[in-house]
């Protein structure tokens, strides 16, 4: 929701000016709710404004729905189940909604929280361009970390029967004291068994945010190209929380090699290479990373084709990046002890490992010469 050129300075220290404040009179108007209002985004049905809350003192971000789609049924639903989706997620890795009314015009819009931090894509960015301020992220091990609470998110969304669709680097939020978290669950589907996307084309024409290859896809096929699982892609409707396994593949496989999985002129021929071309592991396509094969194997997983040849939920995905992380065997392939023994060793005692070493050859060498 924010970038380093436009993120407002950390929030300041608290003070009795603020927190005990008087609250606007009774009955007061939108201004006296709402005050230092300014537009910094816009895209799809609505647009962004960073405010500051009178009644909660505090500065907040306003999602408002644009006054030419008011009378449309479809953006006003979508719109209020963007709100009422993201309110009633309540986890960590989601972002709080405060409130959510109509303005003076009838148009309704929503407020929560923004996030002072980067994108996951302004991170990979900022690796690739050796950028020293994320030199903190440059740790596989770390970027690791950052997707197991993505995941973790996403699976407790599936349990409420919510699927994101839209996972993507720009969709994930590193916040500035190491939160991470989940955004935009504006073309969210409701696994409630009624399919409602094939909708009028009034969502069809939404504009994307820039125009970018990269932006969120409005109509009958929902999300961005690059990330799209092939049913997707196809534009099924019957599309369940595989969708989002397949995503969050897309994303790690970039995590390991800061290059996209796919690449295309346009959107159209993304499609194409999701659909029909197969996948060459991040392994094989650049060894020299000496990514893991373990690690490799999970991401293959993730990114099959066949949504049945997938991780059958998120958990079990969750859980084989966690015993990578934790060096244990993974299910979807077997490791032998010694090279489980070196990862964990290479992962956890990175500063330490030449000095448990000396003193594990000085134990051995005591015991032998005891005999």
């Known amino acids: 929701m924010s970038n380093s050129s436009s993120t407002p300075p950390p929030q300041p220290r608290l ?3 603020i927190t005990d404040a008087a609250l606007p009179p009774l009955g007061a108007s939108w201004e006296d709710h709402f005050e230092n209002t300014t537009p910094f985004k816009e895209g799809g049905g609505g647009v962004l404004y960073r405010t500051r809350d009178r009644n909660l003192n505090r500065e907040v971000i306003l999602k408002l729905l644009k006054e030419e789609h008011r009378d449309s049924p479809d953006v006003t639903r979508r719109f209020l189940r963007e709100a009422r989706v993201t309110a009633l997620l309540q986890h960590p890795a989601t972002v709080p909604i405060y409130e959510m009314g109509q303005d003076p015009q009838g148009n309704p819009y929503f407020t929560m929280k923004e996030i002072r931090g980067e994108s ?3 991170i990979l960015k900022g690796i690739t361009a050796r950028n020293r301020e994320m030199d903190r992220f440059r740790s596989r091990e770390v970027l690791i970390d950052l997707l197991i609470q993505v995941g973790q998110a996403l699976a407790y969304a599936h349990s ?7 996972i993507k680097p720009g969709n994930i939020m590193v916040g500035a004291f190491g939160e991470v978290l989940v955004m935009d669950w504006g073309v969210a589907k409701i696994m409630d068994g009624v399919d409602d996307d094939e909708e009028s084309e009034a969502l069809k024409t939404l504009p994307s945010l820039e125009g970018d290859i990269d932006d969120t896809e409005y109509g009958k096929v929902y999300g961005t190209p690059r990330y799209m699982a092939p049913e997707q892609a196809r534009g099924h409707t019957n599309i369940d929380e595989r969708v989002d396994i397949f995503s969050l593949g897309a994303v790690l496989y970039e995590c390991l090699i800061y290059r996209p999985l796919v690449f295309g002129a346009n959107r159209d021929e ?3 290479k999701i659909c029909d071309e197969p996948f060459i592991s991040p392994a094989t396509k650049e060894p020299y990373r000496m990514i893991p094969p373990e690690l490799d194997a999970i991401v293959m997983k993730a ?4 949504p049945d040849n997938r991780y059958k939920n998120m958990t079990t995905f969750v859980a084989d990046l966690q015993r990578y992380r934790r060096g244990e065997t993974v299910s979807v392939m077997c490791t032998s002890f010694q090279a489980r023994a070196q990862r964990w060793i290479k992962t956890n005692l990175p500063l330490k490992r030449s000095s448990i070493l000396v003193s594990i050859g000085l134990v051995i060498g005591l015991l032998i010469g005891r005999f």
């Open 15 to 17: 003070h009795r000016n």
């Open 120 to 122: 996951l894509s302004a």
């Open 303 to 306: 990114l099959a084709k066949d």
């Open 270 to 272: 993304l499609l194409k």
């Open 160 to 166: 409420c029967g919510v699927v994101h669709r839209d």
